[in-house]
């Protein structure tokens, strides 16, 4: 594996969605998130970090030391179980478990990178917090949830076809946004880094991630989403050269389609100002 990271990072990711539902809330019938007092989109952080997971697990084929820790259906216990074996013969418990830690980070990409609660009872390899961070994201504009009935000529039961008389039509509804771009900030801190070895081949991983990842998630719910820009800021320390809050005042988005309700990301002009001395900016996409 390659040397630690020694920068801090902050980033600037835009991505859009159209006519879909970029991140479904449970609570509230599956549709899109949104703020209530302003109608903006939202998407949460774990929206993306599992975007992320899948990415990695998709490329590196749960080759060591980029295996995925939170996978979809795994048993979280059941993951920690190697780490736990490997430390066996350390009879301390707070030994075992700091061992246990640094196994998970060694051997799993996304406790590393994000971190991870693993202090149960059970295979008990304590907390890491991971030097990758998501806020969460917010579209542009307003966006407008919609939902549209859709219908499968089909039914799952013969009792079902029997009740609707030979009627074979399932009624159903999809719910989705015309359009919307979402601006969504990222934190990558040097120090935790070297607390969990997240290193440079890592942060090249998880760039390449953010690029690519919605390309490898497509689904009817989701539509066509993709990222749209990516722009970064490297300071030259570990603590960094500047506040963050004041490097993302840097990206303004102005829309240059008039009252025309926005339908693409063409309908935007994105612009960086000037950085700070000790920061440099990188635009990736």
Known sequence: MSTQITNRYEF??????????PNGDPDGGNMPRIDPETGHGITTDVCLKRKVRNYVEL??????????????????????????????????????ISKARRWMCKNF?????????????????????????FAFSRSIDPVVPLEASITRMAV?????????????????????IPYGLYRVHGFIS???????????????LFWESLQNMFDHDRSAARGEMAAQKLIVFKHDSEL?????????????????????PPRSFADYNVTVGATPAGVELIEML
């Open 240 to 260: 960094g050269n500047a506040q963050a809050h004041k490097l993302f005042d840097l990206v303004r988005v102005d829309k240059n389609c008039g009252e025309v």
């Open 59 to 96: 490329v590196k084929k749960e080759q060591t030391p980029f295996n995925i820790y939170v996978k979809e259906k795994a048993i979280l216990t059941e993951r920690r179980k190697p780490a736990y074996e490997a430390v066996e013969d350390e009879n301390e418990k707070s030994v075992k």
């Open 109 to 133: 990409f996304d406790v590393r990178t994000f971190g991870a609660v693993m202090s149960t009872k059970e295979n008990n390899c304590g907390q890491v917090r991971g030097p990758v961070q």
């Open 12 to 21: 600037v990711l835009f991505f859009d969605v159209k006519n879909g539902n």
């Open 156 to 176: 799952e039961t013969r009792k079902e076809a029997d009740s609707q008389g030979g009627d074979n039509r399932t009624m159903g509804r999809k719910t989705y």
């Open 190 to 204: 040097a120090p935790l880094a070297t607390q969990t070895g997240f290193s440079e081949e890592d942060l090249q």
